[in-house]
């Protein structure tokens, strides 16, 4: 035993000794994410982190003001013609950190190589920014790149065109998608490589990767001397640390290893009990909204009972949102009264918030109990069957607070509707979207976020037969609204759009297509110091270019 | 001997062929998606699986998988690390799991070994129940909350290792995840040990050594933990491969990039990632191979007697 | 004239005397009556079988000693109408609460108390812990139960006839133990219902593997030893040497490698849900339960402590018990 306990010191000190002076420059920010950086490029990263990560590397036409805004960044400035139809940009004097100049070119390759590779956000080119020529290029129908409707004229001048106008156009460019490469740089790697090291990724903007292998836990990027506007940032570097749980995250910052962390649940309300973590607690919105998903279909939840109304109402009614937030997601999200989320899109007229009254359909969803019963009593006496039993899908590799949530559900539930039964069933999330995209699910947890600032990102799906209506609900009605917002009557006057989508919106509580549950919230723990990091629900979440330490 | 001995690295190389097709197959019917997407159309789809070949017969597609794979590439993600080569992610990812995993089995069967024979030495005195109470613990808790517990007390509380895995301090930062991993294995070598040399110091052989006045040190090495041996030895092999193919929650706490997290990740992240998990798949199936042929040339090495084969014509 | 007398048949009869041949005082007391003997006069063994009893007595009976269900959330609403949840609360037995909290408990959450806590969504940890342990020890007990008889039988029988058979059976051991669990439970999923059966068969495809292996070891060890050899040359059949003759002496390790396969299988049921393949919610295990315990363990730190230590107090009843059944089943000669 003594020689045991001998054998353990002499390793424990002979470890001491290797112990290298690798401290970390204090003047990094130390960051959490939440998962790893899945790609660093353009075409196929499609997480928030990886997204994140990239901005913090290249700047785009447009870049996020504080408050969300789109302004100007290699673009110094743009012109639109008088149709709507044009975008010119003219582009600033700004250098890839191996010192080649950015130019328009780089915009043309990086787009052409998007719309090719036809990956999850190409729709970024074709739906969404209806640039011509895109539609046809990811569908596969069309293989001459040239097609595509963007050009160089000179080196500082790029030139988009569109199908039809798309107001907020410009609020597009500061998403990743739409962020040069270097043609030049690009074709000198081999295949496969791009983006997978420092030596291997080209940076234009505020930092420069410093350390990042594919699969890392940890990376780091540096300040670029060379960025355009290297004055406003304040940063010697930023160091990335994936972390696995939000109880880790909370020791870890507690520890000083981190100085950004992210919170839930629990680590919440402990960080509120505690005088000075409080101090460092910063609420911001996350954008995503979560909400449940009711399969309309003859084949699922007992032939099709999910396609009467009132029991969607019924099951709508029956939810404490407020106690869903207050007792166990906890960071602050908010209970969500409407289909599309609040605090991403604002009018740019009024300035308002789309969703600013959450009580606006207030007769068709809220917690009422009593309510909750006449819709299942109606419900009944139209279907003719007084018990229902439904499975209720759910991930579980997508929050912790999922599951909770899920089962305070199913308390409530059954607890106002008597004769209705929900099972939980949890899966990964991949079979969850799997098990909705092929129709093959009675009720499903799920969650979206929106990709751009207009309450369409929401009210498109659930036009019919989108791929993301997976309630496969259809409304001619509301079809219509849609359409004449997008491609139709009111494409033009950005008023009359507005007030279509409030109407389509209406339609879709009055049926409950879905039931809206909470808008996610985070829970940012912020060492006392650190100042000027934006949060953004749309886009980039956490932009530091203004970040002091 | 040698016959034997590559006649059984043959056996073992068609095996791992057969583990290769059957798990080909398997993970095509995985639920799940290969390109997971709420974004691209059923088109953009069908394409991506038609550029990596997935519509044509299963046959051409595994020889085609198995060409490339004797050239070392194993494709690259299709819901995991998209763009890099598979071959770069895992590469990293091993050198992690088998050097933590590695000095997780030194660790687990040494001081496990010592633990056993120190408790069956004396054995219903005070060391021997402190053993089993030891091990009791080591299996009823589980790794990541010795982690946990470690990092608390010597990361957090007494700030001395790192509090996440650093790369860059390999050996130093290694401590804690080796040391909470290894736990498990120390506490069933320790049992396992005990038990076995508490067998053998009962059995005949060792009473008539020990009636021919040999004790102490050399009775327990030349007989005892010998014949003691074997057991543990097959107890051993497989903590071997699970040490070593890492450990998912340990690995997620304490952010180590490795063979655990990326197997889960590969499986039930995004998507299913084919070309992941079959390069992982066969990575921990040759491990296991070659380790259970490691065991069994042991066998004969422990005790000579032992003869897999039935008439002793191979041995 | 001598005579070669050449025997037949019949002349040689069985004496009806078969008491000459038979031991009356070995023999009076059957095996099984001997192996409990031996058994309960070992004091640790005894106080082994006692916890275990304890424990399954609780798992059968303890979740409905109090008001509350498993699955029941304890809340009420005060006067705003808000929701007040019974989450979050440490252990209401005294001495306890003082060393988590740092304070005497307060007023209980209504009426009620306590014993272990609540867990995050404000539901009693009491009945969840010895629910859980219902749940647990189900699984446990119906997989090793399966997996000793199979894996035993496997591994002895591949050991015993070695050479041909031996390859092929260490073969299929090789792949059905390569291919990595997590894909066999998903494939599986797809074809059975997710729940607790499918958390069975799960376990007894791959833990099996582990016994068979130990046995087959033990086998090679044995088979090569005087009493073998000397029950093949009296004419004994194979099954007779197996099952009768080696397995006895190699029970040893066999009860070590079971006990050791009680917290696998807990903690592996846990490990499933990753795959989202597990018990449904809102029931829950013992490795569940200290899952959940984990994902909280600095904040909420008495919520891992109840499932962990039920599991702890199982593994040394069976620990105990182990000891005594390998003392027992093969009695040294001290020991008679």
């Known amino acids: 035993m003594k020689k045991l306990t001998a054998i353990l010191l002499s390793i424990m000190m002979l470890l001491a000794c290797v112990v290298t002076a690798s401290a970390d420059d204090a003047s990094y920010l130390g960051v959490m994410l939440g998962t790893n950086v899945m790609s660093l490029d353009t075409n196929l990263a499609t997480d928030g982190d990886s997204f994140e990560v990239i901005a913090d590397c290249i700047d785009g036409l447009m870049q996020m003001d504080k408050d969300g805004a789109a302004v100007p960044a290699l673009a110094e400035s743009y012109d639109v013609s008088d149709d709507g139809l044009t975008y010119t940009f003219h582009l600033r004097d700004a250098k890839w950190n191996n010192g080649t100049p950015v130019t328009a070119n780089d915009f043309v390759f990086a787009?052409?190589?998007?719309?090719?590779?036809?990956?999850?956000?190409?729709?970024?080119?074709?739906?969404?920014?209806?640039?011509?020529?895109?539609?046809?290029?990811?569908?596969?129908?069309?293989?001459?790149l040239t097609t595509l409707a963007v050009s160089a004229?000179?080196?500082?001048?790029?030139?988009?065109?569109?199908?039809?106008?798309?107001?907020?156009?410009?609020?597009?460019?500061?998403f990743p998608t739409f962020y040069p490469i270097n043609e030049e740089f690009y074709n000198s790697l081999a295949d496969g490589t791009y983006g997978t090291s420092p030596e291997t990724f080209l940076s234009n903007g505020?930092?420069?990767?410093?350390?990042?292998?594919?699969?890392?836990?940890?990376?780091?990027?540096?300040?670029?001397?060379?960025?355009?506007?290297?004055?406003?940032v304040k940063l010697a570097g930023i160091n990335y640390q994936v972390v696995g749980s939000s109880d880790n995250a909370l020791t870890a910052f507690r520890n000083k290893t981190l100085d950004v962390v992210m919170v839930s649940g629990n680590q919440v309300d402990a960080a509120k009990k505690d005088a000075t973590l409080a101090e460092n607690l910063k609420v911001t919105g996350a954008g995503y909204m979560w909400y449940l998903s009711f399969s309309q279909t003859e084949k699922n939840a007992e032939g099709g009972m999910l396609a009467n109304a009132n029991l969607r109402l019924a099951i709508s009614n029956a939810i404490d949102r407020e106690n869903l937030v207050d007792n166990y997601v906890m960071d602050g999200s908010l209970a969500t009264y409407t289909a599309v989320p609040p605090q991403f899109a604002a009018s740019s007229t009024t300035g308002d918030d789309f969703s600013a009254n959450q009580d606006a359909f207030i007769d068709y969803v809220g917690y009422n109990p009593e309510k909750a019963a006449e819709y299942l009593e109606a419900a009944k006496a139209e279907l003719g069957k007084d018990s229902f039993s439904f499975t209720m899908i759910y991930g579980n590799n997508e929050g912790d607070e999922v599951q909770k949530v899920a089962q305070a559900i199913k308390e409530d539930v059954e607890d106002a509707l008597p004769g209705v039964e929900i099972n939980l069933q949890s899966m990964t999330k991949a079979e969850r979207l799997d098990k909705m995209q092929n129709d093959n699910y009675d009720i499903a947890l799920t969650r979206w976020g929106p990709d751009y600032a207009d309450p369409m990102t929401y009210l498109g799906m659930w036009v019919t037969n989108n791929s993301n209506n997976y309630g496969f609900w259809s409304n001619a009605e509301f079809d219509q609204l849609i359409a004449d917002c997008t491609t139709g009557a009111y494409i033009s006057d950005y008023d009359a759009r507005w007030e279509a989508m409030f109407k389509a919106e209406r339609i879709v509580m009055q049926e409950a297509v879905i039931a809206p549950l909470y808008t996610k919230a985070n829970a940012n723990l912020i060492t006392a110091g650190v100042e000027g990091i934006d949060f953004h629900p749309v886009a980039l979440n956490r932009v530091y270019k203004d970040t002091t330490k | 001997m040698i016959k034997y001995t590559l006649k059984r690295i043959g056996m073992a190389l068609l095996t791992l062929l057969i583990i290769t097709f059957l798990l080909f197959v398997l993970v095509r019917i995985m639920p799940g998606n290969p390109f997971p997407s709420e974004r691209m159309s059923a088109e953009q789809i069908q394409n991506k699986r038609a550029e990596m070949g997935l519509d044509d017969p299963i046959l051409t597609q595994f020889i085609r998988y198995m060409g490339n794979v004797l050239h070392g590439d194993f494709g690259k993600g299709t819901s995991l690390y998209y763009g890099a080569p598979i071959s770069t992610v895992l590469s990293t990812a091993i050198s992690n799991s088998f050097r933590i995993g590695g000095i997780a089995v030194l660790l687990g069967s040494l001081v496990g070994l010592l633990l056993g024979i120190t408790a069956a030495l004396n054995r219903g005195k005070f060391l021997d129940g402190f053993c089993t109470v030891f091990s009791i613990l080591g299996v009823c808790v589980p790794s990541y909350v010795f982690l946990i517990f470690l990092q608390y007390t010597f990361s957090f509380k007494i700030p001395f290792f790192p509090y996440f895995f650093d790369a860059n301090r390999f050996l130093f930062s290694s401590v804690i995840p080796s040391v909470s991993l290894s736990l498990f294995t120390m506490s069933t070598i320790a049992r396992f040990t005990r038990n076995e040399m508490v067998d053998v110091f009962d059995s005949d052989y060792v009473r008539l050594a020990e009636s021919k006045g040999m004790y102490g040190r050399n009775l327990v090495m030349k007989h005892v933990l010998r014949n003691a041996l074997i057991p543990i030895v097959t107890v051993l092999a497989p903590l071997i491969v699970d040490l070593l193919t890492g450990a998912l929650v340990v690995e997620k706490i304490y952010g180590i990039n490795g063979i655990g997290k990326l197997m889960v990740d590969a499986i039930a992240g995004e998507g299913i990632d084919y070309n992941y998990v079959l390069a992982l798949g066969i990575l921990y199936s040759a491990l296991y191979i070659g380790i259970m042929l490691v065991v069994d040339l042991l066998y004969g090495v422990l005790d000579p007697r032992i003869r897999v084969s039935a008439k002793g014509k191979e041995a | 004239?001598?005579?070669?007398?050449?025997?037949?048949?019949?002349?040689?009869?069985?004496?009806?005397?078969?008491?000459?041949?038979?031991?009356?005082?070995?023999?009076?007391?059957?095996?099984?009556?001997?192996?409990?003997?031996?058994?309960?006069?070992?004091?640790?063994?005894?106080?082994?079988?006692?916890?275990?009893?304890?424990?399954?007595?609780?798992?059968?009976?303890?979740?409905?000693?109090?008001?509350?269900?498993?699955?029941?959330?304890?809340?009420?609403?005060?006067?705003?109408?808000?929701?007040?949840?019974?989450?979050?609360?440490?252990?209401?037995?005294?001495?306890?609460?003082?060393?988590?909290?740092?304070?005497?408990?307060?007023?209980?959450?209504?009426?009620?108390?306590?014993?272990?806590?609540?867990?995050?969504?404000?539901?009693?940890?009491?009945?969840?812990?010895?629910?859980?342990?219902?749940?647990?020890?189900?699984?446990?007990?119906?997989?090793?139960?399966?997996?000793?008889?199979?894996?035993?039988?496997?591994?002895?029988?591949?050991?015993?006839?070695?050479?041909?058979?031996?390859?092929?059976?260490?073969?299929?051991?090789?792949?059905?133990?390569?291919?990595?669990?997590?894909?066999?439970?998903?494939?599986?999923?797809?074809?059975?219902?997710?729940?607790?059966?499918?958390?069975?068969?799960?376990?007894?495809?791959?833990?099996?593997?582990?016994?068979?292996?130990?046995?087959?070891?033990e086998m090679l060890k044995t088979k090569e030893q005087e009493y073998v050899l000397a029950s093949r040359t009296l004419g004994a059949r194979n099954g007779h040497i197996i099952f009768r003759e080696i397995l006895p002496n190699t029970i040893g390790p066999i009860i070590t490698q079971v006990m050791f396969s009680i917290p696998t299988a807990i903690f592996t049921e846990a490990f499933l849900s990753f795959v989202g393949v597990g018990i449904a919610l809102p029931m829950c295990s013992v490795g569940t339960l200290i899952e959940d315990g984990f994902n909280n363990i600095t904040t909420l730190p008495y919520q891992i402590l109840p499932p962990i230590i039920v599991l702890a107090l199982l593994m040394l009843g069976f620990n105990f018990i182990g000891d005594g059944l390998r003392e027992a089943l093969a009695p040294k000669l001290e020991d008679m």
Do not use: C
């Open chain 1, 111 to 144: 787009w052409r190589r998007i719309a090719k590779e036809a990956g999850e956000y190409a729709y970024m080119l074709d739906e969404i920014g209806n640039i011509k020529g895109a539609a046809e290029i990811i569908s596969g129908s069309e293989a001459d």
């Open chain 1, 153 to 174: 004229p000179d080196d500082k001048t790029f030139v988009v065109e569109l199908n039809v106008p798309v107001s907020f156009f410009p609020s597009l460019m500061y």
């Open chain 1, 206 to 232: 505020a930092f420069v990767l410093e350390s990042y292998t594919p699969g890392t836990a940890n990376l780091s990027v540096k300040k670029n001397p060379d960025y355009w506007d290297a004055d406003r």
């Open chain 3, 1 to 217: 004239m001598e005579k070669t007398y050449t025997p037949v048949k019949e002349d040689f009869t069985l004496l009806d005397r078969q008491d000459l041949y038979t031991d009356k005082n070995f023999a009076s007391q059957s095996y099984w009556k001997g192996v409990a003997i031996h058994f309960f006069k070992n004091r640790r063994a005894v106080i082994g079988l006692v916890i275990v009893l304890l424990i399954i007595l609780f798992a059968a009976i303890g979740s409905s000693l109090n008001e509350f269900g498993y699955r029941d959330i304890v809340q009420y609403r005060n006067e705003n109408n808000k929701r007040v949840v019974a989450k979050g609360i440490a252990p209401q037995i005294p001495a306890l609460h003082k060393l988590f909290t740092g304070e005497e408990p307060e007023g209980n959450f209504g009426s009620y108390t306590f014993l272990f806590g609540t867990d995050d969504l404000g539901r009693d940890l009491w009945t969840r812990t010895w629910y859980g342990a219902r749940v647990s020890l189900l699984i446990a007990f119906v997989t090793i139960i399966i997996d000793m008889i199979i894996g035993m039988s496997y591994g002895l029988i591949s050991g015993y006839f070695g050479g041909m058979t031996d390859n092929i059976m260490q073969r299929v051991v090789e792949v059905a133990n390569s291919v990595p669990r997590l894909v066999i439970v998903s494939v599986l999923a797809i074809f059975m219902p997710k729940g607790i059966w499918l958390v069975i068969i799960a376990l007894l495809l791959t833990e099996w593997i582990g016994m068979s292996k130990i046995a087959r070891a």
